[in-house]
T-cell receptor, first 117, second 114 residues
Framework: AQTVTQSQPEMSVQEAETVTLSCTYD???????LFWYKQPPSRQMILVIR??????QNATENRFSVNFQKAAKSFSLKISDSQLGDAAMYFC??????????????FGTGTRLQVTL | DTEVTQTPKHLVMGMTNKKSLKCEQH?????MYWYKQKAKKPPELMFV???????INESVPSRFSPECPNSSLLNLHLHALQPEDSALYLC?????????????FGDGTRLSIL
């Protein structure tokens, strides 16, 4: 079974600064997808960014980028120019290519990000 | 605004009550999901429907009964719940159940069992 580990329960960043959230995972599969979701106090889970395991190029979405290290099974999220609206719980998630379990998202325990003035 | 709509936003019920949670999407998605999320924990998958058929049941107790009447609607029927069932219940949908199709989540229903 796959596991996802987020070792930072809480992080803090000053507005306009850069912060990196870490995520590691364990899998024996070679093809899979990785995601970062954001959950603000409003409760909705919002997709921030996703990465296909077969792609070597790191995904970017505006101020959000990932550092995907497949051999190390590491998938960190970098938030540049942090804004107050970035404050939320961030979940790293894994999804298998296996058609039998492809529907299942395995989440990490989350990192709560605070953004200070 | 979320494209996946869940009602009600909040629900308080006794252990002997019967209630239902509703989830609706109009994005043409053919896969829909129910998750349970306890405070300060990640969401846990409960059920997956693909093309209106139940494809995954994560060994959920029978007091939770899902129903997918059509491709846009997903219900979760609740009966004889326990206090430990108090949680945020999230619905999600995706274009299909394939791995490269991201899930879109609703705002959730906050359920409290007295």
């Amino acid at each position: 079974a796959q596991t996802v580990t987020q070792s930072q329960p809480e992080m803090s960043v000053q507005e306009a600064e850069t912060v990196t959230l870490s995520c590691t995972y364990d899998t024996s599969e070679s093809d899979y997808y990785l995601f970062w979701y954001k959950q603000p106090p409003s409760r909705q889970m919002i997709l921030v960014i996703r990465q296909e395991a077969y792609k070597q190029q790191n995904a970017t979405e505006n101020r959000f980028s990932v550092n995907f290290q497949k051999a190390a099974k590491s998938f960190s999220l970098k938030i540049s120019d942090s804004q107050l609206g970035d404050a939320a719980m961030y979940f790293c998630a894994y999804r298998s290519e296996n058609t039998g379990t492809a529907s299942k998202l395995t989440f990490g325990t989350g990192t709560r990000l605070q953004v200070t003035l | 605004d979320t494209e996946v709509t869940q009602t009600p936003k909040h629900l308080v019920m006794g252990m002997t009550n019967k209630k239902s949670l509703k989830c609706e999407q109009h994005m043409g998605h053919r896969a829909m999901y129910w998750y349970k999320q306890k405070a300060k924990k990640p969401p846990e998958l409960m059920f997956v429907y693909s093309y209106e058929k139940l494809s995954i049941n994560e060994s959920v107790p029978s007091r939770f009964s899902p129903e997918c009447p059509n491709s846009s609607l997903l219900n979760l029927h609740l009966h004889a719940l326990q206090p430990e069932d108090s949680a945020l219940y999230l619905c999600a949908s995706s274009q299909g159940a394939r791995v490269n199709q991201p899930q879109h989540f609703g705002d959730g229903t906050r359920l409290s069992i007295l």
